[in-house]
């Protein structure tokens, strides 16, 4: 039994030689594999290349829809042999899956990456020669991104060569919120090729190095041991791969076929509207795009393009210098106009240095509200005449709200907006809703003015009365008086304050005596001097709009009213525009009040 045994082994041991397994070269252009998971390259959409920059105004698109031209399993064979290539190009039918779908369904892509690489295949080529390594890795970006810079994979990979954040960072490209360099063109290709060449110099095998860069050197290692004998070979260790890394040898054998032998089926080559010759300049300011963009005349478009490795549209040059490709006609007109650009919206995009907690200039510090100011003022005034036992007659006076609305210009922002009507833009902001206060041209803001009484010019008087009681705010109308006392006891008419009324502050003599009930009437006892004085003063004066300027503004800095200046000028009730430059009536302040009180009673007969 023992002999039949060991017979039967040595027999099946001598049959061993005759059912060698195949060899390398067998392997190659027979396997097949139905689970293979193709790039994400190949989702990319071609209404999203559509939109690139460079392929609207660069290239002529061919707009004839052409058949499907497939070829034969024999013909991509004998043409991937013919290639002059370092690296193995075998053919095998995953990879005339890759091509038919290529050539098929795909052959829009293909037409926007032929039309892409004619720019940025000239960096790849330059970058890989520099490197010494082989010159159809060029086309690895087409798996990897469509050849788009701003692509982004499920798993954070970024670029036209899909680098992952530790990757790119252990190859020394900066990554922050600012700037991403494996979106740079330039830097990503030239890492790209020092790190398939550091891969090359591991495996001895392009096509292992190649499925490194897809999986990481771990994985390639890993499916090396499981195979074992000392297999090297990216074929031979195909099955122990990772299910994306068997198909990206083969997608990247049919990239550089289709890219090659396109025309041979029915795929349109393309054509350049003009050639995009650019240049660079190391730039060491912070500066935004659109100051270049709007000093240049260049398209904001086409610098994002040109320069996809700013995520902001930001180049932070005051942190250290960073390289702003531009085209090569408008390098020297960056150089001759640095200045220009540097001072163009500066405040629109000028960032503070230093803020010091309650400063002026911080928007979100709490300020001194005109009532806090107020108060300050009446507390001074009453701590120096405390020893009199004289009190201030204090009003809080009533304030009168006035929504404008407001639109916004070209090149304006909150800031200037809010510097042009004297309010803060925080309450810019809050009246508007706005969350992150970014406005444009075309937008309509509410603006809220308040007008009161300045309370410097409350006269005050020596009383042994209480002080009243200070009215209720009241948004809705203007008083220009204080509530006389509460009529408890029988209260001198000296000992009630006044306050004049705005159009009259000017005019108001600080040092003159309290007045009686019967100075009130205006009809008699009136010095000479002045009626003198209010007969100069009835006088119009003109005066030159500004920019900046309202009616309201230039009305309140000459003591007068809107309504006044309407009707000085001829102007209607509606009519609120005035020009640069134009000259207007300011008229006297005894027409003012008239003007004011026609304006007031008519408000009453309407009412009625």
Same mark, same amino acid.
């Given at each position: 039994?023992?002999?039949?045994?060991?017979?039967?082994?040595?027999?099946?041991?001598?049959?061993? @030689?005759?059912?060698?397994?195949?060899?390398?070269?067998?392997?190659?252009?027979?396997?097949?594999?139905?689970?293979?998971?193709?790039?994400?390259?190949?989702?990319?959409?071609?209404?999203?290349?559509? =939109?690139?920059? !460079?392929?609207? $105004?660069?290239?002529?698109?061919?707009?004839?829809?052409?058949?499907?031209?497939?070829? *034969?399993?024999?013909?991509? =064979?004998?043409?991937?042999?013919?290639? @002059?290539?370092?690296?193995?190009?075998?053919? $095998?039918?995953?990879?005339?899956?890759?091509?038919?779908?290529?050539?098929?369904?795909?052959?829009?892509?293909?037409?926007?990456?032929?039309?892409?690489?004619?720019?940025?295949?000239?960096?790849?080529?330059?970058?890989?020669?520099?490197?010494?390594? @082989?010159?159809?890795?060029?086309?690895?970006?087409?798996?990897?991104?469509?050849?788009?810079?701003?692509?982004?994979?499920?798993?954070?990979?970024?670029?036209?060569?899909?680098?992952?954040?530790?990757?790119?960072?252990?190859?020394?490209?900066?990554?922050?919120?600012?700037?991403?360099?494996?979106?740079?063109?330039?830097?990503?290709?030239?890492?790209?090729?020092?790190?398939?060449?550091?891969?090359?110099?591991?495996?001895?095998?392009?096509?292992?190095?190649?499925?490194?860069?897809?999986?990481?050197?771990?994985?390639?290692?890993?499916?090396?041991?499981?195979?074992?004998?000392?297999?090297?070979?990216?074929?031979?260790?195909? $099955?122990?791969?990772?299910? =994306?890394?068997?198909?990206?040898?083969?997608?990247?054998?049919?990239?550089? !076929?289709?890219? *090659? !032998?396109?025309g041979k089926h029915n795929i349109s080559p393309t054509v350049l509207r003009r050639q995009l010759v650019t240049d660079t300049i190391k730039v060491n300011k912070r500066v935004h795009f659109r100051q270049i963009a709007d000093v240049l005349n260049i398209p904001v478009e086409e610098i994002r393009m040109l320069n996809p490795q700013y995520r902001q549209d930001i180049i932070p040059g005051n942190y250290r210098p960073y390289t702003l490709t531009l085209p090569k006609q408008q390098v020297l007109s960056y150089l001759m106009s640095e200045d220009a650009i540097l001072a163009h919206d500066a405040d629109l995009y000028a960032r503070r240095t230093t803020v010091e907690p309650g400063d002026e200039t911080n928007e979100a510090a709490a300020l001194i509200d005109e009532t806090g100011e107020r108060n300050l003022s009446a507390l001074g005034r009453q701590s120096s005449n405390a020893t009199e036992n004289v009190t201030v007659a204090m009003a809080t006076t009533a304030e009168q709200v006035q929504q404008l609305t407001h639109t916004v210009g070209r090149g304006e922002n909150i800031k200037d907006i809010a510097k042009r009507y004297g309010v803060s833009a925080t309450d810019i902001k809050r009246w508007n809703k706005l969350r992150r206060g970014k406005v444009k041209e075309g937008d309509r803001l509410i603006i809220e003015q308040r007008g009161s009484v300045d309370p410097d010019q409350v006269r005050t008087v020596t009383t042994a009365s209480a002080v009243p009681a200070p009215p209720r705010r009241d948004t809705a109308r203007k008083t220009s008086e204080v509530p006389a006392p509460p009529a408890r006891e029988k209260a001198s008419s000296a000992s009630r304050a006044e306050v004049p009324a705005p159009a009259a502050r000017k005019s108001q003599d600080k040092s003159s005596k309290p007045q009686t009930t019967a100075s009130n009437n205006k009809t008699k006892n009136k010095p000479a001097d002045k009626k003198r004085t209010q007969q100069a003063s009835a006088k119009p004066k003109t005066y030159k709009v500004k920019s900046g300027d309202n009616l309201e503004k230039i009305a309140k800095a000459n003591g007068t009213t809107v309504a006044a200046i309407q009707q000085a000028n001829g102007m209607k009730k509606t009519d609120t525009r005035i020009n640069i430059g134009e000259t207007i009536k300011i008229p006297a302040k005894a027409t003012a009040k008239k003007a004011t009180s026609k304006k007031k009673s008519g408000t009453k007969r309407r009412r009625r």
């Open positions: 039994m023992k002999k039949t045994v060991i017979i039967l082994s040595l027999t099946l041991l001598g049959l061993l @030689p005759t059912a060698a397994a195949p060899s390398i070269l067998d392997i190659k252009h027979s396997i097949t594999d139905d689970n293979i998971v193709p790039p994400e390259s190949f989702e990319t959409k071609t209404r999203e290349l559509e =939109e690139n920059f !460079y392929l609207q $105004n660069f290239v002529v698109r061919d707009g004839n829809s052409r058949d499907e031209r497939l070829g *034969t399993s024999r013909d991509y =064979e004998k043409r991937l042999a013919s290639m @002059p290539t370092e690296i193995e190009m075998p053919y $095998n039918s995953i990879v005339g899956k890759y091509i038919d779908m290529y050539l098929g369904r795909r052959r829009g892509l293909v037409a926007d990456m032929l039309a892409l690489h004619g720019y940025y295949g000239n960096i790849f080529l330059e970058e890989l020669l520099k490197e010494g390594v @082989p010159t159809e890795l060029q086309y690895l970006p087409v798996i990897e991104s469509a050849i788009n810079p701003n692509a982004v994979s499920r798993v954070g990979a970024t670029g036209l060569w899909q680098f992952m954040p530790a990757t790119a960072k252990g190859l020394g490209m900066e990554i922050n919120s600012l700037v991403d360099e494996r979106r740079d063109p330039r830097i990503s290709s030239r890492n790209a090729a020092r790190y398939l060449k550091q891969l090359y110099n591991i495996y001895d095998d392009w096509s292992l190095a190649i499925a490194a860069y897809n999986c990481g050197p771990g994985n390639v290692n890993k499916a090396l041991r499981r195979a074992g004998g000392g297999k090297k070979d990216f074929w031979q260790i195909y $099955n122990y791969l990772p299910k =994306e890394t068997r198909g990206y040898v083969p997608a990247f054998i049919a990239a550089n !076929y289709v890219m *090659t !032998y396109y």
